[in-house]
Structures are given as structure tokens and as C-alpha cells.
Nanobody, 118 residues
Framework: QVQLVESGGGLVQPGGSLTLSCRAPRAIFSVFRDYAISWYRQAPGKQRELVAAIDDASTTNYADSVKGRFSIWRNNSRKTVWLQMNSLESEDTAIYYC?????????WGQGTQVTVSS
């Protein structure tokens, strides 16, 4: 299993921005660069949903609800993937998790809370 550590959540007003990070502190650089990493979120009473993903070639994919507002990128030497979130809305309030699937094993971070409220 891959250890993933998220950070960067917090309370922000509608229209504001946050940047989340997902690190794999114990991963070997030459292995991390082959990881596809995804960001998911789960709001209270709702199912976990995919927000954004980036593969080993830095090809990105976004949920329709965040296209044009969120951006995902990676720095393999830092073994980190970031999620920049702009124009935040109350509907973006959720716990955000990063995820990777390696050798059939699903690994999740502990999550970071994002609350969008005035």
C-alpha cells in the first residue's frame, strides 16, 4: 500500500481559492513518477466522487462540475500532486482524498476538509 498524505484544506469564502497537496513520502521517486493519482471528495450524506486525476504522462481529467475552476499537476521529484481550486462554491464543501491504485491495491490518504462558507 502507498502512504498518501493530504494537506491544504481549510475554511474559505465563496469565490475563494485553496491549493491541496498530496504527498507520497515513502515512495521511491522512480516509482512515484509512474503513479496515476486521483483526487476524490465526499460531502456529508453523499457518495465519494472523482474530482480530478493525473496520470504518469501528466494527462489530466476533471469532473464536469470542476472543469475550468480546478487544476491538477504534479512534481515527481517532490513526490507530490497538487489540486488548485478556484472560484470555490458551497457545493465544493467536502473531505478531499487523494488516491492511487498500484498492483491492485487501492491506497487512500486520510483526507483534508474543505469548507466553503461565508
Amino acid at each position: 500500500q502507498v502512504q498518501l498524505v493530504e494537506s491544504g484544506g481549510g475554511l474559505v469564502q465563496p469565490g475563494g481559492s485553496l491549493t491541496l497537496s498530496c504527498r507520497a513520502p515513502r515512495a521511491i521517486f522512480s516509482v512515484f513518477r509512474d503513479y496515476a493519482i486521483s483526487w476524490y471528495r465526499q460531502a456529508p450524506g453523499k457518495q465519494r466522487e472523482l474530482v480530478a486525476a493525473i496520470d504518469d504522462a501528466s494527462t489530466t481529467n476533471y469532473a464536469d462540475s470542476v472543469k475550468g475552476r480546478f487544476s491538477i499537476w504534479r512534481n515527481n521529484s517532490r513526490k507530490t500532486v497538487w489540486l488548485q481550486m478556484n472560484s470555490l462554491e458551497s457545493e465544493d464543501t467536502a473531505i478531499y482524498y487523494c488516491n492511487t491504485m498500484q498492483n491492485g491495491v487501492d491506497s487512500w490518504g486520510q483526507g483534508t476538509q474543505v469548507t466553503v462558507s461565508s
